[in-house]
């Protein structure tokens, strides 16, 4: 009776490790392929290649990456929103560099998602880092104070004006921005400011890992 693969049911070999139109490595075997060990000779390596990482090239790589994406990332960056597609690209550029560097070159979704993790979390912290120094030498060391007080400020206006066409009341608005104008406030909303932007770039992170495994390990799979 022919094999087919389980996942794309094309036809496979006995002997094929992986299948060769969608590359999942293939579990069916006869009781021949079996070693003393007691496990099969011709696919069990490659099946513990696809979900396991070798930290050490896959750290080297986040570092290269992920530390640059943070600061495109960062709150003051003048690329804005635009800048957190970094990350995603981050993610997916380090898998891509992890499986350059290895002789099994094909990786599970799951595992391209746990690298791009690690990009995530190093993104995230250095984008909070510089964040949070930038706001600091501008107020403290090139005394620009009065210039992010006005900004603030105008944020405020914008935000006082969404909240009114959404129907909020007056007395409402007035209270919020007594809070928000004093130094807790302001303090309270970059805080919050900085989290959302932390936990944004560990979710693009993963999807730029999980999309590096999809998409771009495949033409590198390695043969039967």
Same mark, same amino acid.
């Not at 996942?7 to 006869?30: F, I």
């Not at 990456?65 to 804005?80: D, E, H, R, V």
């Not at 560097?101 to 990786?107: E, L, P, V």
């Given at each position: 009776?022919?094999?087919?693969?389980?996942?794309?049911? /094309?036809?496979?070999?006995?002997?094929?490790?992986? !299948? =060769?139109? !969608?590359?999942?490595? /293939?579990?069916?075997? &006869?009781?021949?392929?079996?070693?003393?060990?007691?496990?099969p000779d011709h696919w069990g390596e490659g099946v513990r290649d696809a979900g396991a990482i070798q930290w050490?090239?896959?750290?080297?790589?986040? #570092?290269?990456?992920? +530390?640059?994406?943070?600061?495109?990332?960062?709150?003051?960056?003048?690329?804005? +929103?635009?800048g957190l597609t970094f990350m995603v690209g981050a993610g997916a550029w380090v898998v891509a560099l992890y499986?350059?560097? /290895?002789?099994?070159?094909?990786? &599970?979704?799951a595992a391209g998602a746990r690298i791009g993790l690690v990009t995530g979390v190093l993104g995230a912290w250095?984008?909070?880092?510089?964040?949070?120094?930038?706001?600091?030498?501008?107020?403290? @060391?090139?005394?620009? %104070?009065?210039?992010?007080?006005?900004? @603030?400020?105008? #944020?405020?206006?914008?935000?006082?004006?969404? @909240?009114?066409?959404? %129907?909020?009341?007056?007395?409402? +608005?007035?209270?919020?921005?007594?809070?928000?104008? &004093? =130094?807790?406030?302001?303090?309270? @909303?970059?805080?919050?400011? +900085? !989290?959302?932007?932390?936990?944004? #770039?560990?979710?693009? %992170?993963?999807? %730029?890992?999980?999309?590096?495994?999809?998409?771009?390990?495949? =033409?590198?799979?390695?043969?039967?």
């Open positions: 009776m022919e094999q087919t693969c389980s996942r794309c049911h /094309q036809p496979v070999n006995a002997e094929d490790r992986y !299948c =060769p139109s !969608c590359g999942l490595p /293939q579990l069916v075997y &006869t009781a021949e392929s079996f070693t003393g060990a007691g496990q050490k090239p896959a750290l080297r790589a986040a #570092l290269a990456l992920a +530390i640059p994406a943070g600061l495109f990332c960062s709150l003051l960056s003048p690329l804005g +929103i635009f499986l350059r560097s /290895q002789r099994s070159a094909w990786i &599970t979704v250095t984008a909070a880092a510089v964040t949070g120094l930038s706001l600091y030498a501008r107020r403290f @060391w090139l005394h620009q %104070g009065s210039s992010l007080d006005e900004s @603030w400020r105008a #944020l405020l206006n914008r935000a006082n004006q969404l @909240w009114t066409s959404a %129907g909020v009341d007056t007395q409402t +608005i007035a209270l919020l921005d007594a809070k928000l104008l &004093t =130094p807790e406030g302001r303090a309270g @909303w970059v805080l919050a400011s +900085i !989290c959302f932007l932390m936990a944004m #770039l560990l979710v693009l %992170g993963v999807a %730029g890992g999980a999309l590096g495994a999809r998409f771009l390990a495949r =033409p590198r799979r390695p043969e039967s």
